[in-house]
């Protein structure tokens, strides 16, 4: 049976890199199934690829294996390593990248990919997507255990958790990525609609674990000194050329601009700080 390889990296579409990688998993498992996620994470950015990460990994089947390769740390200390979580296997360098995905699964198992037979011959010091992840990701493929690959870990490394805190009359949250469209896609998540103009926020983030009400033309927006006054159910709801507040397909807190390019006009950049505060006033007047 064909299994899923689905890779994330930072190496973009202009060199040779995602195909010789693809090659090398094609050369040791011709039958797998090779779905591209993205190649487009700025250059060593771990985080932005972790939060892609999270957002993605679970519209994929069971049984899908997932390279991960956004390694600012290749050739030094850093483990590589593959995970068992729940029906997901992931390969990555140990530098956090898999922290967020693997905050969602209660048991897992990591093992450091030592054994050389599931390597290419000769490993370089700078491209080890090539070298280890490649080869690692067909073997598994091709049906090798997973703790074949060698000694087992205690865990995988952490990365500092986006900011989500919330208060009686105000949530904070930050700039976690900004999409090709320029909307602005925040770490204030789960949203979802129960009624016309309620939500209900399930934070992913923080310490606050239970479901808070928001009202959505009792919410302020405030980013980079700009205010957004309610939550838009979509973009039918403006008109070409507004600023406006929606819940976006992965239930974060978006801003965007009909048409338009909401981190350029607001000079935005990821980061950045992001609030709602919740009062009594009326963004269906407002707006």
Same mark, same amino acid.
């Given at each position: 049976?064909? $299994? ?11 060199? +040779? ?26 250059? *060593? ?9 999270? /957002? ?5 089947? =069971? ?16 483990? &590589? ?5 729940? =029906?997901?296997?992931?390969?990555? &360098? ?12 209660? /048991? $897992?198992?990591?093992?450091? +990919? ?6 290419? @011959? ?12 490649? @080869? ?5 493929? /091709? ?14 490394? *952490? ?49 606050? $674990?239970?479901?808070? @009400? ?9 980013? =980079? ?35 338009? /390019?909401?981190?350029?006009?607001? =000079? ?20």
């Amino acid at each position: 049976m064909s $299994k899923t390889i689905a890779l994330l990296t930072d190496f973009g579409t202009e060199d +040779i890199y995602d195909g010789v990688m693809k090659g090398v998993i094609k050369s040791i498992s011709p039958n797998a199934t090779l779905i591209d996620i993205t190649h487009s994470i700025a250059p *060593q950015h771990v985080r932005q690829a972790a939060f892609a990460l999270l /957002n993605s990994y679970r519209y994929f089947p =069971n049984g899908t294996i997932f390279m991960v390769v956004v390694d600012p740390g290749v050739g030094t200390a850093r483990l &590589p390593i593959a995970v068992q979580a729940g =029906n997901y296997i992931f390969v990555a &360098p140990d530098n956090g990248v898999l922290a967020y995905a693997l905050s969602n699964f209660p /048991n $897992k198992r990591v093992y450091e +990919i030592a054994n050389t037979e599931y390597r290419l @011959p000769i490993v370089s010091n700078t491209f080890h997507g090539r070298d280890i992840f490649s @080869p690692a990701v067909a073997h598994l493929a /091709n049906g090798v255990p997973i703790e074949k690959l060698g000694p087992e870990l205690a865990d995988v490394i *952490q990365l500092p958790m986006p900011e989500l805190t919330v208060q009686e009359d105000q949530i904070d949250g930050e700039v976690m990525h900004i999409d090709r469209f320029g909307n602005i896609i925040t770490s204030i998540g789960e949203l979802h609609w129960i009624e016309t103009n309620r939500l209900v926020l399930s934070p992913i983030f923080g310490d606050v $674990k239970s479901n808070v @009400p928001i009202e959505s033309s009792h919410a302020r927006i405030t980013v =980079n000194d700009t205010e957004i006054f309610g939550i838009r159910v979509s973009y039918a709801e403006s008109v070409r050329g507004d600023l406006l507040a929606l819940v976006g397909s992965s239930s974060y807190l978006e801003i965007a601009v009909n048409q338009g /390019n909401a981190a350029q006009r607001l =000079n935005v950049s990821v980061g950045d700080r992001v609030q709602i505060s919740l009062g009594e006033f009326d963004a269906t007047v407002r707006n």
